[in-house]
C-alpha cells in the first residue's frame, strides 16, 4: 500500500507568501471572508485592500490572536 503523499505534506509544499508569483492580486473571496470574521474575534480593523500575500501573513497573525487554527 502507497502513502498518500497528500497525508504527509512536505516541508517545502507551503511556500512563504512573499515568494507567491500571484501574490500582489487582490486577496480572494474566501480569504476576506475568513479574515473579516477573524478581525471582529481579534478587535482588529479589517482592511478590504490587502493583496493575497498580505491577507495570508494577516491571517496567521490572527489566527495566533484568536486561537483559531490551532491544532
Given amino acids: 500500500m502507497t502513502d498518500n503523499p497528500k497525508d504527509h505534506p512536505s516541508g ?4 512563504d ?17 475568513y479574515l473579516k470574521t477573524l478581525s471582529e474575534e481579534a478587535g482588529a480593523e479589517f482592511d478590504d485592500s490587502l493583496s493575497k500575500a498580505d491577507a495570508s501573513k494577516k491571517i496567521d497573525e ?10
Fill in 62 to 71: 490572527l489566527q495566533e490572536q484568536t486561537g483559531r487554527g490551532t491544532s
Fill in 17 to 33: 507568501p512573499d515568494d507567491w508569483t500571484t501574490g500582489d492580486e487582490p486577496m480572494t473571496g474566501a480569504q476576506a471572508s
Fill in 12 to 15: 517545502n509544499a507551503v511556500k
